[in-house]
């Protein structure tokens, strides 16, 4: 058999992954080993910072085979998580990155992928897999890459031209060898307009990310104060970050049917306030767990200095008594106030 598998295997894995809900279900052979070009440069310059574990899991990146021997092909999956942006409620509120509002995707894409695993097993028992969704050394966006998914935008982001970047990637590594897909090219073209918008500079002409200067980095990652020339450009995010994304041109109308997202528009002295304990108590089952409580808390007094409203005084002086990163931030933001 060409391709060492049932060749029935990969429409039946395409349907299965469709009926599950993914958005695009295409395969990338494991044959080149992956090209570490890019990543290795990016861990050099520094752009990894507190994500030790992109450095530590870097070997696995580059080698699927020591994460499931025999690996000979990786279906990557695309999750589609576009929603409209509920209206702004103004007032001394902060913005959450969409990928993060309501439940966490971890989980819910995780399910469906091992799910699929279920039904591959069930079928076809002597082929082994590895599933990932974000928190394994699996380097989704590459695979997407050769697989074809999307393209990959200026933004570092995986593209579907004309349709979305709003999507998570899942891989499904497969002992079995299927039939390839192909890259699709480049549809940047000359834009630029990512480059223009990204309010911290992250984005580089000619592509790459700096993720230490990238407000998703600053605001979730990364557990040391963010550097003061930086703390005016979060704006109002106070979680990640979407304006590479929302600029772009490749992203369809979003669907605003439906119930509300939760977690959209974070009430910004309800975070200042809230303890490590409420933190992890009120976010259960929600990406914004992972930013530990006071980066949060960190977050909120950034937010409210570029705000700049003398409201939120009396809970920013409270705040600098926690010291430490909260502290200082809580200063910074009672000094941006007063400057104005
Ligand atoms: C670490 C990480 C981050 C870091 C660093 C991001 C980065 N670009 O490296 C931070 C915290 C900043 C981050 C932010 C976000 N992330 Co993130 N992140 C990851 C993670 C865990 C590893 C990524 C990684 O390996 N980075 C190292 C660099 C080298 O890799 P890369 O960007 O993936 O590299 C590709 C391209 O950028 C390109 N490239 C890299 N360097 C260069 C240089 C040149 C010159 C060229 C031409 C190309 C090029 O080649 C690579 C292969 O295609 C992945 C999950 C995973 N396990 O892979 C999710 C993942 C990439 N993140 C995801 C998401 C949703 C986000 C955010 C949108 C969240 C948000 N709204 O705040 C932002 C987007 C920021 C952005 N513009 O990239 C999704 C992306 C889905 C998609 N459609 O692309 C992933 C795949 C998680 C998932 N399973 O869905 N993330
Ligand atoms: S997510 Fe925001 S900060 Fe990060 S690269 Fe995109 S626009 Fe810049
Ligand atoms: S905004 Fe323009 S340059 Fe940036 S990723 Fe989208 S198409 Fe490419």
Request: hydrophobic share 40%; charged share 25%.
């Amino acid at each position: 058999m060409r391709y060492g598998a049932p060749v029935e295997l990969k429409p039946f894995l395409q349907s299965e992954a469709t009926r599950l809900g993914f958005l695009s279900a295409r395969v990338a052979a494991t044959a080149p080993s992956m090209s570490m070009g890019h990543y290795d440069d990016f861990l050099a310059a520094g752009w990894a910072g507190e994500m030790d574990w992109l450095a530590t899991g870097r070997d696995a990146r580059a080698q699927i085979e020591t994460l499931l021997p025999g690996a000979r092909s990786v279906l990557v999956m695309a999750f589609d998580y576009t929603r409209a942006l509920p209206p702004d409620p103004g007032g001394l509120t902060g913005r959450v990155a969409s990928y993060a509002w309501g439940r966490d995707y971890h989980n819910f894409v995780l399910r469906r992928v091992r799910k699929l695993q279920a039904a591959l097993r069930t079928h076809w028992p002597g082929v082994g897999s590895y599933s990932s969704v974000d928190s394994r050394p699996v380097f989704e966006r590459a695979w997407a890459a050769r697989a074809g998914v999307g393209f990959v935008g200026r933004n570092a982001c995986q593209i579907l031209p004309g349709e979305s970047s709003r999507f998570f990637l899942a891989t499904l590594a497969l002992t079995a060898e299927l039939e390839p897909d192909v890259p699709i090219e480049d549809h940047c073209g000359r834009c630029r307009r990512c480059v223009d918008a990204c309010p911290t500079g992250a984005i580089r002409p000619n592509g790459g990310l700096v993720a230490t200067r990238c407000i998703s980095y600053l605001t979730i990652e990364a557990d040391a104060p963010c550097p003061e020339a930086l703390r005016p450009l979060l704006g109002r995010w106070v979680f990640g970050c979407d304006d590479c994304q929302d600029v772009c041109p490749h992203q369809r109308e979003r669907d605003d049917e439906g119930e509300l997202p939760t977690n959209v528009w974070l009430d910004l002295p309800q975070l200042l306030r809230q303890s490590d304990e409420d933190h992890v108590a009120r976010f259960l089952g929600s990406p914004l767990r992972r930013a530990a409580g006071r980066r949060l808390r960190r977050n909120a007094a950034y937010v409210l200095g570029n705000l700049g409203d003398r409201a939120a005084l009396p809970n920013l002086e409270a705040a600098t008594r926690e010291g430490g990163v909260v502290g200082d931030a809580a200063e910074w933001a009672i000094a941006q106030i007063g400057a104005r």
